[in-house]
C-alpha cells in the first residue's frame, strides 16, 4: 500500500467521523494539500499518478460542493453573496486541472501549471475556510450542517464513476 493510498484510507475513514460538513470539507482540503506536497517531491510516473489523484480529488470535491453545499448556501442572505466567486474559482481549478491532464510529467509547463494550480487551490481553500465558513456557522444550524455532510458523502459517492471515466479521456 502506497503512502497516498494509506493516507486516503486515513481519511475516509475521519471523514465517516465528521460531524458536520465544514468538518468533511476541511478533512478534503487537507488531503488536496497533501497530495500536492506528494507531488512537490515526486517525478516522472509518481508525480503523474500524484496529479490524478489530485485531478480526482479536486473535481470530486468541487462538484460535490456545487450540488450540496452551494445551493444551500445561496438561500441565506448572509453566505449567498459567497457563491459566485466560489464557483468561478472551481472553473479556473477545472480549466487548469484539463491543460495539465494534456501534459506529460517530464514537459516544463506540467510543473509551472501543478503550481498555479496549488495557489489557485490554497486561495479559494483560504478564503472558504475563513470568511466562507464563519458566515456559514452563522446562519446554519448543527443539526443542518449534520444533514449537509451525509447529503454531501452520498452525492460524492454517486459521482465518482463520472469522475474516474472523465480521467480515462
Known amino acids: 500500500m502506497t503512502k497516498i ?10 471523514k465517516k467521523q465528521a460531524t458536520n460538513i465544514l468538518s468533511l470539507i476541511e478533512a478534503e482540503h487537507r488531503q488536496v494539500e ?3 506536497s506528494e507531488a512537490e517531491k515526486s517525478q516522472g510516473k509518481k508525480l503523474y499518478e500524484c496529479f ?11 462538484r460535490t460542493e456545487e450540488l450540496v453545499f ?10 449567498e453573496q459567497y457563491v459566485e466567486e466560489a464557483e468561478e474559482e472551481h472553473e479556473d481549478v477545472s480549466a487548469l486541472l484539463e491543460e ?31 470568511e466562507i465558513f464563519d458566515a456559514v456557522r452563522e446562519c446554519m444550524s448543527d443539526e443542518e450542517l449534520t444533514k449537509l ?4 458523502q452520498e452525492a460524492k459517492a454517486k459521482l465518482e464513476e ?8
Open 5 to 14: 493510498q494509506l493516507f486516503s484510507k486515513e481519511n475516509q475513514m475521519a
Open 34 to 36: 497533501q497530495l500536492f
Open 52 to 62: 490524478n489523484q489530485i485531478y480526482l480529488a479536486l473535481n470530486l470535491h468541487a
Open 70 to 79: 452551494y445551493p444551500v448556501m445561496r438561500e441565506y442572505e448572509e453566505t
Open 100 to 130: 495539465i491532464k494534456e501534459l506529460q510529467p517530464t514537459a516544463p509547463e506540467f510543473q509551472e501549471k501543478l503550481s498555479e494550480l496549488q495557489q489557485a487551490v490554497q486561495h479559494h481553500v483560504q478564503e472558504e475556510e475563513s
Open 149 to 152: 455532510a451525509s447529503k454531501f
Open 162 to 169: 463520472d469522475v474516474k471515466a472523465a480521467m480515462a479521456m
